[in-house]
């Protein structure tokens, strides 16, 4: 049999596109009608052309005076093709709607925004929230704004607002079965009355999200999560409820934006609060550290929380939002000729960090267990299972070389390290370097008068004490590990 005849070689020329989206070209083209296609139909499905996102508006009209041309034929003789919406270009500002500028995305703003914007407050988006970040005086800058307010929550009484975290109510017959189950914490024991830091895991066994949980009743747990977590929380709770424990009776319902959270911390904040709370006995023997109990601040109903996140004593006041604001303002009138500072998103940082207190997402990554992080000692040890429970079984999850939480300071207490910035164990090396960890928080710590950081670490716990490198473009700069609580490590502050 004979060979068909080779097509001539193609004139090496610039490549002229017809259409931009699918890279059609008019050798493609070409290609199609010496293929003996000659519907522009048929020129349309061989070569692509015209079937993207403009459908056929602009580059099936290239396509079709070339055909015409190449074939000899006038334009409408060869016909077109079936043009579908949109008809003419729409702009992306369109798609976007009134989700432009200052509302691209939902604002979100507390009960008591209006009385941060009164005391001066600078503010920054967390979660949509719009939170007080410092409230700075005359002439003060950032630094100079969290370092008055950290030595005033550590030496008086400072005020916060904490009303984003996420708040979910869990109850009904089955909500201690629930908890158990979804939590590494044991809660059957835990009274009515009484708080426990909650450890929430993925079924990997790598921590998801945490926060202090409430027993209110028998059957009723209240439930905080990370500001950023509270959808995700609520979603994880659902999934397992309908789909896996349908056993169990048990009822779900996001309360974050009932209660707004007053946080009244430091070592005069039981002083403030105990003329306020309308005969409530708020003494260390009848409230507790990480004690519930219901009351009214002046006439406004309200659960008192004996809780800290700075390591001062600490209480914080959950009222219904509608009267937030009033809340506020009755505790700032008590309070402001006694020196209580409001304080902000940067104080709390700097805050728990000297206490070595984690921030999900921070110094987590989505590969940390509770070990990697110190909480191992929340894990429920007679609990037959958990969410995430067997996944901390597998060796790899075990592994003494995993990255740790450990503690970091700078030889040159001046120095604050940059938040990511990588470690090495051995000095001098050129990249690529041999990583074995990254700072994740970093602060001046006007408590201690020093730069503190918090890591995770290859083996970190092993080498506390050792000297380690943080290598910059500015050159290396040496830090000691140390334990990841720098300040009060006994707690004897937040138990008084």
């Keep these: 049999m004979g060979r068909l005849p080779r097509a001539e070689a193609a004139v090496p020329g610039p490549k002229a596109f ?3 989206q699918h890279d059609v070209m008019l050798k493609d083209l070409d290609l199609a009608m010496r293929e003996g296609f000659r519907s ?5 499905r061989y070569t692509t052309t015209g079937m993207a996102t403009d459908q056929g508006k602009t580059s099936n009209l290239n396509a079709l005076h070339h ?17 579908r919406m949109p008809y003419t270009p729409v702009t992306f500002a369109s798609f976007a709607g009134q989700a432009r500028g200052e509302i691209f995305d939902p604002v979100r703003r507390t009960p008591m925004h209006g009385w941060a914007v009164r005391q ?23 630094h100079a704004a969290v370092a008055r307010e950290c030595r005033a929550v550590r030496e008086g009484c400072g005020v916060f607002d904490a009303s984003t975290l996420g708040k979910i109510v869990v109850a009904g017959p089955g909500a201690t079965a629930f908890m158990d189950r979804l939590y590494v914490n044991d809660w059957s024991k835990l009274a009515v009355g009484r708080c426990k830091y909650g450890v929430l895991l993925r079924d990997d066994g790598f921590v998801y999200d945490d926060g202090v949980v409430a027993r209110l009743a028998p059957d009723r747990f209240h439930v905080t999560t990370t500001t950023g977590g509270a959808a995700r929380v609520l979603a994880m709770m659902e999934d ?9 009776d048990v009822w779900l319902t996001s309360t974050t934006e009932q209660w707004a959270v007053i946080a009244v911390q430091g070592p005069r904040a039981r002083e403030l609060l105990a003329p306020l709370v309308d005969g409530l006995d708020i003494s260390a023997a009848a409230l507790p550290h990480m004690a519930v109990v219901h ?20 209480f914080e006041v959950n009222v219904p939002s509608d009267r937030g604001a009033e809340a506020l303002e009755a505790i700032w009138a008590a309070g402001a000729s006694q020196g209580l ?38 894990i429920g040890k007679s ?46 090396q050129s990249p690529p370097m041999k990583l074995i960890g990254h700072v994740t928080s970093s602060y001046a710590s006007a408590t201690l008068g020093r730069s503190i950081a918090l890591a995770v670490v290859a083996g970190g716990r092993a080498r506390i004490g050792q000297t380690l490198y943080v290598p910059m473009p500015g050159g290396e700069i040496p830090v000691e590990v140390c334990a990841p609580v720098f300040y009060d490590p006994k707690g004897a502050r937040l138990n008084v």
């Design 18 to 20: 017809v259409d931009f």
């Design 40 to 44: 522009i139909e048929h020129i349309k």
């Design 67 to 83: 055909a015409a041309r190449e074939l000899g034929k006038p334009v409408p003789a060869v016909g077109l093709t079936t043009f």
């Design 120 to 142: 001066g407050a600078v503010f920054e988006d967390v979660g949509m929230w719009k939170r007080a970040r410092y409230f700075p005086r005359a002439g003060d800058d950032m």
């Design 240 to 248: 397992y409820r309908q789909t896996e424990w349908t056993d169990l």
């Design 295 to 314: 009351g009214t601040l002046r006439g406004i109903p309200m659960m008192l929380f004996r809780v800290s996140f700075t390591g001062e004593l600490g």
């Design 341 to 378: 500072t409001p304080y902000g998103t940067e104080t709390m940082h700097v805050l728990r960090a000297e206490k070595g207190f984690i921030i999900i997402g921070q110094d987590t990554d989505g590969t940390v267990t509770p070990d990697d992080v110190g909480l191992a000692w929340a």
């Design 383 to 428: 609990k037959p299972d958990f969410v995430g429970k067997r996944a901390l079984a597998r060796p790899s999850m075990r592994s003494p070389d995993r990255k740790q939480l450990v503690g970091l300071l700078t030889r040159d207490p001046r120095v604050v390290l940059e938040e990511g910035a990588q470690l090495v164990d051995v000095p001098g």
